[in-house]
């Protein structure tokens, strides 16, 4: 069974640039999640899609926005790359609508430099 | 709002000593708690969850609500145990998302 595949594996960017990084989820899950990974900071939620909508948002501003295709696949843009959006950007999936107590399968990450 | 602790960034043990990775949570509620592993060049990935009172690859943790804890313990570390440990909070209310510690990184020498 393919795990949750994230693209690109490396972004690099400059100030002021716009990023878009994408993710598939594994077969028959439907809730995509995005976390950030700075250094030093651990992971931090920013984002959450089932079924098409956002059920829950992070402590991020709305430069950071995403959505869900009808095949669950997800992307992340960043608007307005600041040099502190440089981090791992995480994306977990699961099978079912957060109810409580289901795991996330995890994506490799996509390294996002800005210069 | 809901926030996990862990106070240690690093913790080394000898190969064979007792592991305990400490996990301190905040949360109104009854959590739903996790603790994930990240071994070298792998993806993050549940290593186990209270709810299932399981316990794998030796390792274990209790719920203590009066404490609002949820260590991680194995009696016997092995070197292949060396890895990222992040311990993880869920709540019950609505559409609640998963929220992470910062991480505590086990280092097991020979």
């Known amino acids: 069974e393919a795990g949750v595949t994230q693209s690109p594996t490396h972004l690099i960017k400059t100030r002021g640039q716009q990023a878009t990084l994408r993710c598939s989820p594994i077969s028959g899950h439907t809730s995509v999640y995005w976390y950030q990974q700075a250094l030093g900071l651990g992971l931090q939620f920013l984002l959450w899609y089932d079924e098409g909508e956002e059920r829950n948002r992070g402590n991020f501003p709305p430069r950071f926005s995403g959505r869900q295709f009808p095949n669950y696949s997800s992307e992340l843009n960043v608007n307005a790359l600041e040099l502190e959006d440089s981090a791992l950007y995480l994306c977990a999936s699961s099978p079912n609508q957060g109810q409580g107590n289901e795991k996330l399968f995890f994506g490799s990450g996509t390294q996002l430099s800005v210069l | 709002a809901q926030r996990v602790t862990q106070p240690e960034k690093l913790l080394s043990v000898f190969k064979g000593a007792p592991v305990e990775l400490k996990c301190n949570y905040s949360y109104s509620g009854s959590p739903e708690l996790f603790w994930y592993v990240q071994y070298s060049r792998q993806r993050l990935q549940l290593l186990l969850r209270?709810?299932s009172r399981e316990s794998i690859k030796g390792f274990t943790a209790d719920l203590n609500k009066g404490e609002t804890s949820f260590h991680l313990k194995k009696p016997f570390a092995q070197e292949e145990d060396s890895a990222m440990y992040y311990c993880a909070l869920r709540g019950y209310s609505g559409y609640s998302t998963l929220t992470f510690g910062k991480g505590t990184m086990l280092l097991v020498s020979p």
């Open positions: 209270h709810i």
